[in-house]
């Protein structure tokens, strides 16, 4: 995955702060090289066992802030619509050929700067993104925009005080502390979080955070070689109310409720510039739940425009 600067620039240390590096998967083959026949059947259950523990089952808009491919697009059949927001159009462009336009929007773009109005989602789910934001919190702020009152907030995080990290600081084979409370960088544009750290930052940005479940107590090679994954997925299930207690496991997730104060989006309004954060005008096919036809968005008071290609809204060129 290539770190790119939000406006798809090489990073460097410079342009850092202004705009958060992106790790970029345009083109990637991340469905294949890390999910089919991969050997993650036992993760991949673990956290579907979780998000159908926390997110509420049914709404009315759900986002999958980062959904790649859309692995996890069926747990939102509860929901009227799902909005599959993520910065790779390859990877949104494979999700919409499994899945059509019936219930499912495609968004591509940054999430430092979702191009929605205030208010607008009852709920939002984050797996395996968070991880990679060079600054997290302006991620849950941004989130915390678009969510409406009351609204659910679930993110799923790696988890910098897990057992192998405290074992190997404690062996000395690894130089970063897992106690201390400061995000980890352990590969380019890969951090690790600290339980606590999250539910600080949560709360700074206006979430109420709840429940929080541990998530792939089994992930070891050996382990999943010789037991069988049912096996493993059975344990973890049972496991991950543990999480209330302590979180030692590489995987965490949260689920968060947004402040009952605050915006609620206006009926009708949808999008947002992502430049000038304008109202854009509510494209037919939305209203209708159909497929988008090529075109663009204009953004009336700052013009800039924003292609609509292949069924996907894109925002990604600000
Ligand atoms: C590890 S994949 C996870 C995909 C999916 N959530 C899943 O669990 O299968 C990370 C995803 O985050 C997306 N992503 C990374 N940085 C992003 C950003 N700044 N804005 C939007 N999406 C981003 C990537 O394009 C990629 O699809």
């Known amino acids: 995955m290539t770190p790119l600067d939000s406006n798809g620039g090489p990073r460097s240390p410079g342009n850092m702060a202004a705009t958060p590096p992106i790790c970029d998967y345009e ?3 991340y469905r294949t090289r890390f999910w089919e026949d991969q050997g993650r059947e036992y993760e991949d259950a673990a956290e579907r066992i979780a998000i159908r523990r926390l997110l509420p089952p049914t709404g009315g808009l759900l986002m999958d802030l980062g959904a790649g491919f859309g692995r996890l697009a069926d747990l939102y059949d509860g929901y009227r619509r799902v909005v599959l927001f993520d910065f790779s ?5 494979y999700a919409r050929s499994q899945l059509g336009d019936e219930r499912f929007v495609y968004v591509a773009g940054d999430m430092y700067r979702l191009p929605f109005v205030a208010g607008l989602f009852d709920a939002v789910n984050q797996v395996r993104v968070i991880h990679h934001a060079a600054d997290p919190a302006a991620v849950f702020a941004e989130v915390r ?3 409406r009152p009351d609204g659910v907030f679930l993110l799923e995080f790696a988890n910098k005080r897990n057992l192998k990290a405290i074992a190997r600081y404690l062996l000395r084979r690894q130089a970063w502390s897992p106690f201390d409370l400061q995000p980890v960088e352990f590969v380019d544009l890969n951090f690790d979080l600290h339980p606590s750290w999250v539910r600080r930052e949560l709360t700074s940005a206006g979430f109420l955070p709840g429940q929080l479940l541990t998530v792939s107590h089994f992930r070891l090679g050996l382990l999943k070689r010789r037991v069988p994954t049912r096996w493993l997925v059975q344990a973890d299930r049972l ?7 302590w979180q030692l496991t590489p995987s965490v997730f949260v689920c968060s409720r947004a402040s009952a104060s605050g915006v609620v989006a206006l009926t009708g309004t949808f999008f947002a510039c992502p430049a000038c954060q304008c109202p854009l005008p509510t494209p037919q096919a939305l209203v209708e739940g159909s497929a988008p036809a090529n075109g663009e968005l204009v953004c009336r008071p700052c013009g800039r425009t924003w292609p609509i290609s292949a069924g ?3 925002f990604k060129g600000v």
């Open 27 to 29: 083109d990637s083959d």
């Open 89 to 93: 159009r390859s990877q949104l462009q």
């Open 145 to 147: 925009r678009v969510v």
């Open 239 to 245: 496991l991950q109310f543990t999480g209330r207690l």
């Open 312 to 314: 996907v809204y894109d």
